[in-house]
C-alpha cells in the first residue's frame, strides 16, 4: 500500500537518495520546500545485521518527513530480509527500498547496487527474499537502472521480475550502470517500463525544472517523478515544480536574502544534528554543498573559493554579508541606533564586497 503512488489525484514529487547529500538535515529543508516523498541515504544490509551504530544513523529521519523509505543494499536477500525487519521494528519506515541502481565499484564488487542488473535470476531471488522477510509489514520497492550498459538494456524485464517478486513500486533513472551520470537519461525506456508494468514506476533523471516535471507526467505514464542532482542547487525546485502544475506559470527565481539565509539555517542545522562532529567538521562537510548552492548565482566564481574555505558558521555570515552589499551597489548603512558591533560588520563586509568586485 503506498497510497500517494496509487490514490488518484496524487502526482509525487520524491527526493532522490543520495549518499552523503540527503542527510537528515537535507531531508528536512526539502520537506519543507515541497518534497513529498523521501528515501534515506543507501545503507549496508550487512552494517544493519551487525548493528553498527554510524550505519544505523544513517537511517535516522522524523516523522514530519513521511512518508520515507529506507534503502538498503546488499546481495544477500535474506540478509537484507533480516535487516529490513530490524528496521522497521526500531522506525516503522513507510517502506523499504531496495537499492539495484549503484554504480560505485565498492558496492558492485560486492555483488550488490545495479551488477544484479546483470543476473536476473538472483536478482529476483533477492527481491523475493526480501519481500517474504518483511511480511506483509510495510511495501517493498526497488530503484533500478535502465540496464547495466547500452547493449543490455533490461529494465522493462527487471520491472516485471520485480513485480512478479512481490515489489510494489520501482523508481528507474534512466541511464546504465556504465553511463555513470553522463549522457542524458532514457527517458523513453522509462516510460515502456510505466506502460508494461502494473506496478507504480517512479522516474528519475535529470529532471531540473518544473517544466521538466510537468512534462515528464505529460509524456509518460509514471506516477511519481525522482529529483536528484538538481535539488543540490536549487532545493526550491520541489516549491517550483507544485507551483508549475498547479497554475503553467513559473515562479520568480529566489532572492539571494533568501538564499543565503537557507545556506546559513542548513549549515546551522547540520551543526546542531551532530552528524559530522564540531562546528569546523561540520563546515568542512557543508562546503561542497555551499559550493552547489552558488551555482548560478551573480559572482558566484569569485564566491567559490571563499566558500571553499570557511570554517565557522560566522565567516560563512560575513561571507554571506559582503556578497549582499556588493549585490546591493555598496548602498546599505546600518541602522545607526544599532551601535558599535554592526557598523564593525558592515565595514569588514565593504571590504569583503571590495574584492568581490575585483574578482
Ligand atoms: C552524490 C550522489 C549520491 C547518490 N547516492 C545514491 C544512493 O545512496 N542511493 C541511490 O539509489 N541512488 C543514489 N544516487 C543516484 C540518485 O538517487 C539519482 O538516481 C541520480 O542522481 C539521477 O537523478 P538526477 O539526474 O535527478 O540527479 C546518488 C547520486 C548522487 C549524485
Redesign the pocket.
Known sequence: MLPWLTDPGTLPIYL??????TDMTFRTLCKELGADVM?T??VSAEGIVRQDDRTRRYTEFSDAQRPVGV?LFGADGKAMGEAAKKIIAWKEPDFIDI?F??PVKKVVARNGGSSLLRDCPLLEKVAREIVRGVAGQVPVTA?IRIGWDLESINAPRVCGLLEDAGIEAVAI?G?TRSMG?SGE?HWEVIGNCAEAVGIPVIG????ASGQDVERRFRETAVRGV?????AMTNPWIFREAKHYLETGRQLDPVGYDERWAFMRRHCAMAIASGRYGSELNTMRAMRSRLMSYSKGMVGGRCLRPKLSLVESLTELEDVAAAYLVEQAGQNTEPASSEGETQGENVSTARREAAVFSAC
Open positions: 532522490a537518495p543520495m549518499a552523503g547529500v528515501v541515504e543507501f534503502q537499492n541502481g549503484c530503484k533513472h541511464r551520470y537519461a528519475n533523471g535529470d529532471i525522482m529529483i536528484g542532482r538538481a
